[in-house]
T-cell receptor
Framework: KAGVTQTPRYLIKTRGQQVTLSCSPISGHRSVSWYQQTPGQGLQFLFEYFSETQRNKGNFPGRFSGRQFSNSRSEMNVSTLELGDSALYLC?????????????FGEGSRLTVL | AQKVTQAQTEISVVEKEDVTLDCVYETRDTTYYLFWYKQPPSGELVFLIRRNSFDEQNEISGRYSWNFQKSTSSFNFTITASQVVDSAVYFCALKVNRDDKIIFGKGTRLHILP
């Protein structure tokens, strides 16, 4: 059974640019959530999607957005990149939307903003 | 508000020693779930265990054991006879029943020295 796949794994952008990250969940999983991981702030929740609907959103500015497609694949977009957006972005999928079960994480997309 | 504190930012032990990772949580909810995840160098978080607030029974899985004490709001993780492969960052996390997101602690980086 294939795991959660995130692309690209590494990318370098400059300030002001925008970036789109992709996440393919485990087959059959309908919930996809995104986390930002930085050395200073740790793991911070960005948003969660279930059946193409955003169910929950963390405390991030509007520059961070996401969506989920009918096949449960999800993308997140960061516009007008800032140096502080440099981080590991992790995607996680789960069968249900209630988060009481196991979350399956991808290996992440490491974004460097110069 | 919910909070997870992992006071140990980094621990180093020699292989075969036992090591305990501390986790203290805060919540006023009576129904909640606690988790431990392992993050190896590859980046993806790997689920280790989930406990709900009504189940204080300690659990052992091979060399891993967890001690859940509601009286002290702690959910500590012990690795017995540590191995080099246990080197990773370990995260404790909390989810309350009425919320859809998981709150992670800042993590403890564990180094097992050969």
């Amino acid at each position: 059974k294939a795991g959660v796949t995130q692309t690209p794994r590494y990318l370098i952008k400059t300030r002001g640019q925008q970036v789109t990250l992709s996440c393919s969940p485990i087959s059959g999983h309908r919930s996809v959530s995104w986390y930002q991981q930085t050395p200073g702030q740790g793991l911070q929740f960005l948003f969660e999607y279930f059946s193409e609907t955003q169910r929950n959103k963390g405390n991030f500015p509007g520059r961070f957005s996401g969506r989920q497609f009918s096949n449960s694949r999800s993308e997140m977009n960061v516009s007008t990149l800032e140096l502080g957006d440099s981080a590991l972005y992790l995607c996680a999928s789960s069968l249900a939307s209630d988060y009481t079960g196991e979350l399956f994480f991808g290996e992440g997309s490491r974004l460097t903003v110069l | 508000a919910q909070k997870v504190t992992q006071a140990q930012t980094e621990i180093s032990v020699v292989e075969k020693e036992d090591v305990t990772l501390d986790c203290v949580y805060e919540t006023r909810d009576t129904t909640y779930y606690l988790f431990w995840y392992k993050q190896p160098p590859s980046g993806e978080l790997v689920f280790l265990i989930r406990r709900n607030s009504f189940d204080e029974q300690n659990e052992i899985s091979g060399r891993y054991s967890w001690n859940f004490q509601k009286s002290t709001s702690s959910f500590n993780f012990t690795i017995t006879a540590s191995q080099v492969v246990d080197s990773a960052v370990y995260f404790c996390a909390l989810k309350v029943n009425r919320d859809d997101k998981i709150i992670f602690g800042k993590g403890t980086r564990l180094h097992i020295l050969p």
